[in-house]
């Protein structure tokens, strides 16, 4: 796979997002990172020789300033991986009855608003091109939920939620040359997943729940399925969600 030239916005400094960035970069692209810690960011925009911006992308200001900042320093932008992302169990999400108000709004603002911010300002810049490629980041959570150890509901409804947008996105970009997809993982090590790293019920689980890993999935697992959808080894594909889940939702 060749992806000289190409320019990468990916809304992630850390994990999946970092993961991808390396490998993007390795195989040639021209990659741009967002994120909330500057240290994460500069470093990785180091490693892959590219560009970053650091601020909330759940605000408009902060999502526009980021395009802009990777158009201006890197070109054109051929594709975008919404990766930001957070549990919002800290916040006040889990069961339903028991969700904050809170808890659900910064859920939703940090999974599907940011999504909905950067998207917008993108697809303004790849529709007069007639072309590009997105990839949304869902779960596995939005429809093959896990009561007793992620009953966080409204990450599973915002998860479900990029899962409609992602096709609906699709069905009305696709006859103006943009393809639009989603992958779904499973539980991968990550810093969002830290605390479910160190619970040894929750490690129990794994051995049968996600059985081709027996563990945690490693982000670059995650990176390897990015890289194919936004790459040119897929432009027939549109609309898709594509499980990497170690095998989570059969089990």
């Known amino acids: 796979m060749v992806l000289d030239g190409q320019v990468w916005l990916i809304?992630?400094?850390?994990?999946?997002?970092?993961?991808?960035a390396r490998l993007a970069a390795i195989y040639g692209a021209k990659v741009f990172v967002c994120g909330l810690e500057e240290a994460d960011c500069r470093q990785l925009a180091a490693e892959c020789c590219g560009g970053f911006h650091c601020g909330d992308l759940s605000d408009t200001a902060e999502a526009e300033k980021a395009v802009a900042r990777c158009i201006s320093e890197l070109g054109p932008i051929d594709a975008l991986f919404n990766v930001a992302g957070m549990s919002g169990r800290k916040f006040g999400d889990g069961p339903l009855h028991l969700v904050t108000d809170n808890g659900w709004e910064r859920t939703f603002d940090m999974n599907l608003k940011t999504m909905f911010h950067v998207s917008r300002t993108v697809l303004r810049r790849m529709l007069p091109r007639g072309q590009g490629a997105i990839l949304n980041m869902t779960s596995v959570a939005a429809?093959?939920?896990?009561?007793?150890?992620?009953?966080?509901?409204?990450?599973?409804?915002?998860?479900?939620?990029?899962?409609?947008?992602?096709?609906?996105?699709?069905?009305?970009y696709a006859p103006h040359g943009i393809r639009v997809n989603a992958i779904a993982p499973g539980s991968v090590r990550s810093p969002m997943s830290l605390r479910a790293q160190t619970d040894?019920?929750?490690?129990?689980?794994?051995?049968?729940?996600?059985?081709?890993?027996?563990?945690?999935i490693e982000p670059e697992e995650v990176a390897r399925a990015a890289v194919f959808l936004l790459g040119p080894g897929s432009q027939m594909i549109t609309g898709q969600v594509l499980g990497i889940d170690a095998g989570w939702a059969v089990s």
């Open 143 to 172: 429809y093959a939920p896990e009561p007793h150890h992620f009953d966080t509901h409204a990450y599973a409804a915002a998860k479900g939620a990029v899962i409609s947008l992602t096709k609906s996105m699709a069905a009305y």
């Open 11 to 20: 809304t992630g400094a850390s994990g999946m997002g970092a993961a991808t």
């Open 200 to 216: 040894e019920r929750i490690l129990q689980m794994l051995k049968t729940k996600q059985p081709l890993s027996g563990t945690f």
